[in-house]
């Protein structure tokens, strides 16, 4: 599974980082997520597909 982020266009509503705290984070200064681990081990990608889903600005992609 690889993980990409438009991260021009985060809100930083932090919905990512509730669905997979391992995988996803945000910057203090403006919310905007940090990636922590861009190819998550495979246990992971149930919460990283969630992220992606609850995402209200869909900036995250999920690939295998």
């Known amino acids: ?3 990409s982020i438009d991260f ?4 930083g509503a932090g919905q990512c980082v509730l669905a997979a705290p391992e995988v996803f984070d945000q910057r203090d200064e403006d919310g905007v997520v940090v990636l922590l681990d861009p ?3 495979s246990e ?3 919460n990283v597909r969630q992220a992606a889903a609850v995402c209200p600005a869909a900036v995250i992609k999920v690939e295998q």
Do not use: A
């Open 1 to 3: 599974m690889k993980i």
């Open 44 to 46: 992971q990608e149930e």
């Open 8 to 11: 021009d266009k985060c809100c």
């Open 39 to 41: 190819n998550p081990p």
